[in-house]
């Protein structure tokens, strides 16, 4: 297993890096290189027309070209501890936000109906969990994706994972060892309390990823093999 560490600076104040969370990466997985993914964010910086860097890390089966299905894409959001309530209501709206950030992509001929089933909250692991598949038009390929949401002290990591449905049973397979793996350092992690804290904030970035994924994708995609699509069809 190939046990990784990240770590992250959390106010302009802190002197020194804490580690944040772990996961294990399969060992035909691997972290995406740091150059491949500034382009990736580059990209989304640019449609946005502003500086996010929205992703702080990704993970992807190892291949000759950096972002070939199937990977996982790191956020990271800020926000006061969330209570049980509020991450059931996170699970709920899940779907919607999800829904709205393909509608643009749908109406455009892009994707045909994305399909997501219902958000679930298990407390068990802590996590807010929602499952999706969507077909691509041209060239027509179909893919499933999740969102895996990880409550923290100091707010959420969020963890997107996308695949190609004709490989979905090897690609679930080590994309759930990766979640079932997740863990806070001991200074982060926390159990969630049945009161609420603040009102729950919409989460506009969870799922915009999915409007910004496939024009993100071309764009890596031109730049490492000369125009070809990064996507490849799935059954």
């Known amino acids: 297993m190939n046990r990784t560490l990240f770590l992250t600076f959390f106010s302009a104040l802190t002197l020194c890096a804490e580690s944040y969370f772990t996961v294990d990466l399969p060992e035909n997985w691997q972290k995406v290189p740091t150059s491949s993914l500034a382009i990736y964010n580059h990209?989304?910086?640019?449609?946005?027309?502003?500086?996010?860097?929205?992703?702080?890390?990704?993970?992807e089966r190892?291949?000759?070209?950096?972002?070939?299905?199937?990977?996982?894409?790191?956020?990271?959001?800020k926000h006061a501890p969330?209570?049980?309530?509020?991450?059931?209501?996170?699970?709920e709206e899940m779907p919607s936000i999800i829904r709205q950030a393909y509608l643009p992509l749908h109406r455009a001929g892009k994707f045909g109906e994305v399909k997501v089933m219902p958000g679930i909250y298990d407390r068990e692991r802590n996590m807010v969990f929602t499952y999706y598949e969507m077909v691509r038009a041209k060239p027509r390929e179909e893919m499933f994706a999740f969102t895996a949401c990880f409550p923290s002290k100091l707010?959420?990591?969020?963890?997107?994972?996308?695949?190609?449905?004709s490989d979905y049973e090897k690609s679930m397979a080590e994309m759930e060892q990766i979640l079932n793996s997740f863990t806070f350092g001991s200074n982060y992690f926390y159990t969630p309390s049945l009161k609420s804290s603040k009102k729950l904030k919409a989460l506009p970035a969870v799922c915009?990823?999915?409007?910004?994924?496939?024009?993100?994708?071309?764009?890596?995609?031109k730049r490492q093999s000369g125009g070809r699509e990064p996507f490849s069809k799935k059954a």
């Open 62 to 77: 190892k291949a000759l070209l950096d972002f070939t299905l199937p990977y996982i894409l790191v956020e990271q959001e």
């Open 82 to 91: 969330y209570s049980v309530s509020e991450l059931e209501s996170m699970a």
């Open 208 to 221: 915009i990823v999915a409007f910004v994924l496939l024009y993100a994708l071309r764009f890596i995609g």
């Open 155 to 165: 707010g959420l990591v969020k963890l997107h994972g996308f695949g190609k449905r």
């Open 43 to 59: 990209a989304e910086d640019a449609l946005k027309n502003e500086k996010v860097g929205t992703y702080s890390a990704a993970y």
